[in-house]
């Protein structure tokens, strides 16, 4: 019977989940650190040195509730989210692997954050085109930011992805564009609009494919690829220049003005998360909120004053 009490055991456990999130669930790796820590937290917690020795099996919904009650005093509701999705996971895997005799995920509830049920910003489609309007494509700085520009603002990818883009994950007849996914992660195509692939193809006839380094974006000096943070800093720029508020990391505002502009235009959830590349559809929930054009449709007018 197997129990968490000694250090390497925990070690372990952990090592086999994280191991479950990366190959299986398909998480990328920072969630897969933050939910690993989230759950050493708990394991440590039962398995105190002067407690005596915890088997797996005994874990309870009252244990994993007096937990998160307990985090609660440490931890906002959107860390305390996290942490609540991370033990659900984990029991799910505890299932799974023959470490529990039944999935007691069920046993913690939706914890509210007020905060994420704010709209998300966005830019209107006129501020999009204002942006875009914001790049001098006589230069090469100015088509290749144009290009990264679009990727985010077209395809809604993150920063990373856009940044890790090479110049093989182009299918240029078959008009797709592939996400090479690290260890642990879900490769994903998306459809390559017209649109990108002409202003890739712009920026390209000025940068060459020459050297060694087989990515997409680099720098003007030394012909090294960009970094996350570069790619982001480069909208946030942009962004600027178009009078759309101040410089900075701002590659997501455009990810998200991706996704709300798709469900204003009818598009469900589930394409949207695909799109996105969501692991799960709660994440997307948020987009339900903005589909403003469907909001005034199902509105009931107000009902007129009753004449005497």
């Known amino acids: 019977m197997k129990t968490i009490a000694p250090v390497s055991l925990i070690d372990q456990v952990l090592d086999e989940y994280q191991a479950h999130l990366l190959n299986v669930a398909g998480l990328q790796p920072s969630t897969c650190q933050k939910w690993t820590f989230f759950v050493r937290l708990f394991l440590n917690a039962q398995a105190r040195p002067k407690a005596p020795t915890w088997d797996l099996r005994?874990?309870?919904?009252?244990?994993?509730?007096?937990?998160?009650?307990?985090q609660s005093q440490h931890y906002p509701p959107g860390q305390l989210q996290s942490l609540a999705s991370a033990l659900r996971s984990f029991c799910r895997f505890l299932c799974v692997t023959d470490r529990q005799d039944r999935d007691l995920s069920a046993a913690l509830p939706p914890i509210a954050d007020h905060h994420?049920?704010?709209?998300?910003?966005?830019?209107?489609?006129?501020?999009?085109?204002?942006?875009?309007?914001?790049?001098?494509?006589?230069?090469?700085?100015g088509k290749r930011d144009y290009a990264l520009v679009l990727c985010l603002a077209r395809l809604g990818l993150r920063a990373g992805e856009v940044a890790h883009l090479t110049l093989d994950d182009l299918g240029w007849r078959e008009g797709w564009l592939r996400l090479s996914a690290p260890k642990g992660r879900r490769q994903r195509q998306l459809p390559l609009p017209v649109e990108v692939g002409r202003a890739i193809a712009a920026y390209l006839r000025t940068a060459g494919t020459a050297g060694p380094s087989r990515a997409l974006f680099r720098?003007?000096?030394?012909?090294?690829?960009?970094?996350?943070?570069?790619?982001?800093?480069?909208?946030?720029?942009?962004?600027?220049?178009?009078?759309?508020?101040?410089?900075?990391?701002?590659?997501?505002?455009?990810?998200?003005?991706?996704?709300?502009?798709?469900?204003?235009?009818?598009?469900?959830?589930?394409?949207?998360?695909?799109?996105?590349?969501?692991?799960?559809?709660?994440?997307?929930?948020?987009?339900?909120?903005?589909?403003?054009?469907?909001?005034?449709?199902?509105?009931?007018?107000?009902?007129?004053?009753?004449?005497?």
């Open 219 to 308: 720098t003007l000096r030394g012909n090294r690829p960009l970094s996350a943070a570069w790619v982001s800093h480069r909208a946030g720029a942009a962004l600027a220049r178009a009078g759309l508020g101040a410089p900075g990391k701002r590659a997501h505002l455009l990810r998200r003005t991706f996704a709300t502009h798709l469900v204003q235009q009818g598009a469900s959830l589930k394409a949207v998360a695909d799109l996105l590349g969501h692991a799960s559809l709660n994440t997307t929930q948020v987009y339900a909120k903005v589909n403003l054009p469907m909001l005034r449709q199902v509105a009931q007018p107000w009902p007129a004053e009753v004449q005497p």
């Open 116 to 141: 994420r049920e704010e709209l998300p910003s966005y830019l209107s489609p006129a501020q999009l085109d204002g942006l875009l309007r914001a790049f001098d494509r006589r230069t090469r700085v």
């Open 58 to 70: 005994q874990l309870t919904p009252r244990v994993l509730l007096d937990f998160v009650l307990q």
